[in-house]
């Protein structure tokens, strides 16, 4: 018999062992035959907006350096509009965004394909869509400041507070303020749904913002990049690991994890249904659920979605709404729902600039 057959007969067995015992399986426990082939393809091509996750990128390659990754970083609404283009024929191996709402709607719509990872029991519920969308993070969505212009006394703590600032102290923050633009940013979009869906007074907040003329930005690495050299001096929901990147090498940047209620929210990863090489997605989509891939995440200052995986450092703050990776979601992309809440915010940020879509612009 053929040592392929021998193979998939090892996976099998393995995989009865792990589950008679009931036990967690270290590393990426991977079936030998998808470990086999996706030596065999050697290589694995990613889309994502994930950019701080090299040094996760470099603990699989020392386990797997077989494999070579190639890594195209985009917005979400390109990453999007690459998948279905390409949907005819050979296309990314994982895709990977922040962009939740936008990646069960790519699922949805049948362009993943499943996989049933050997970590799907330890994962927490609301981390894992039809075998097909992996939340990979927990991660909190904050305030983000400039400890230099903004003094303790005009520092927000929760939403309530930020409202009477921008409402009491307008001056201070017109002009100095930035925001990802929900029109041109999916992740924008999602968070401004789910804080119109939580927060009472969101739309008396997104005013009060708009008061203020932000900058509405695509590109996280422009916001903080203004924030840290005092362009301005406060951005609202920003990703607490990729701020806390910038807070560990400049003390002039503060963040503020709100009180009354905060988001959290993951980076979810799919197989594309024609993935190239889809056995090496597989096994790095592994590698990202085990406990030793989890830890790598935690290593770079981002909380991992796993419950029995030591996080960052940041205590956990009370207020969490855990932003679940379903269907949901799709609520957020409903068309009429989608015109009313972009209707009402561009009428909150009338007059507001937009940065360029070119991220690498000032």
Request: aromatic share 8%; hydrophobic share 40%.
């Amino acid at each position: 018999m053929s040592g392929a057959f021998w193979l998939a007969l090892l996976g099998v067995v393995t995989s009865l062992v792990l589950a008679g015992c009931g036990e967690e399986p270290d590393g990426p426990a991977t079936a030998p035959r998808t470990r086999w082939a996706a030596g065999r393809e050697g290589a694995l091509t990613i889309y994502t907006n994930t950019s701080l996750m090299g040094p996760v990128l470099e603990a699989f390659n020392r386990r797997y350096p077989e494999i070579h990754i190639r890594l195209e970083d985009m917005n979400s609404t390109r990453m999007a509009d690459r998948v279905v283009a390409e949907a005819g024929g050979p296309g990314a191996d994982l895709v990977w965004s922040s962009a939740m709402d936008v990646q069960i709607k790519l699922i949805n719509d049948g362009y993943a394909q499943t996989y049933r990872s050997p970590h799907r029991a330890a994962l927490p519920d609301g981390s894992i869509w039809r075998d097909q969308g992996f939340g990979l993070t927990a991660e909190p969505v904050v305030f983000a400041y400039n400890r230099r212009l903004l003094p303790p006394e005009l520092t927000p703590r929760s939403h309530a507070e930020l409202i009477d600032l921008f409402e009491k102290h307008g001056e201070v923050f017109r002009g100095r303020t930035t925001i990802y633009d929900a029109e041109r940013s999916g992740v924008a979009l999602m968070q401004l749904s789910s804080d119109v869906q939580i927060y009472p007074d969101a739309w008396r907040l997104v005013e009060a913002l708009g008061r203020t003329r932000p900058r509405l930005d695509t590109s996280g690495q422009r916001m903080m990049g203004q924030l840290a050299d005092g362009r301005v001096l406060f951005a609202y929901n920003m990703n607490q690991s990729y701020g806390e990147t910038w807070a560990a090498r400049d003390p002039d940047i503060g963040l503020v994890t709100p009180t009354d209620y905060h988001l959290s929210v993951s980076r979810v990863a799919f197989i594309p249904r024609n993935a190239a090489h889809p056995n090496a997605a597989r096994l790095f989509l592994d590698f990202l659920l085990s406990r030793e891939g989890q830890r790598a995440i935690a290593r770079i200052g981002v909380r991992p979605v796993r419950d029995d995986v030591e996080a960052t450092e940041r205590p956990v703050v009370a207020g969490v709404h855990v932003v679940r990776v379903g269907p949901a979601l799709l609520a957020n992309l409903d068309r009429m729902r989608r015109d009313h809440l972009l209707t009402r915010w561009n009428q909150a940020m009338a007059g507001s600039p937009r940065a360029p879509l070119d991220p690498n612009a000032p």
